[in-house]
Nanobody, 120 residues
Framework: QVQLVESGGGLVQPGGSLRLSCVAS????????MGWYRQAPGKQRELVAG???????NYADSVKGRFTISGDNAKNTVYLQMNSLKPEDTAVYYC??????????????WGQGTQVTVSS
């Protein structure tokens, strides 16, 4: 079994910053990629940023230049540094990971989500 646990969400004023963390634990043989998605009320879940185990990153156009994704392979952890936050960034942020477990099965896993609210 694999678990993803997110932390770091909260309430921040426009223009402020937050750093999200996600730790993967459990029966992990290898992690192929990790990423962050978000879902605002009434909207579909969307990709925010992703990173492969080789360090290749990709970002949604709406966050380029403001958000930075990074990873620590030794700690099975991914971070999302969010700067210059805007009210439209308000959403529940979910961690996602493409993981191969020790039985060699490869699956997609999701965290429970962490709320980010940008408001004055």
């Amino acid at each position: 079994q694999v678990q993803l646990v997110e932390s770091g969400g909260g309430l921040v004023q426009p223009g402020g910053s937050l750093r999200l963390s996600c730790v993967a634990s459990g029966s992990i043989f290898s992690i192929n990629a990790m990423g962050w998605y978000r879902q605002a009320p009434g909207k579909q879940r969307e990709l925010v940023a992703g990173i492969t185990n080789g360090g290749t990153t990709n970002y949604a156009d709406s966050v380029k230049g403001r958000f930075t994704i990074s990873g620590d392979n030794a700690k099975n952890t991914v971070y999302l540094q969010m700067n210059s936050l805007k009210p439209e960034d308000t959403a529940v942020y979910y961690c996602n990971a493409d993981i191969r477990s020790w039985d060699y099965e490869r699956n997609d896993y999701w965290g429970q989500g962490t709320q980010v609210t940008v408001s004055s």
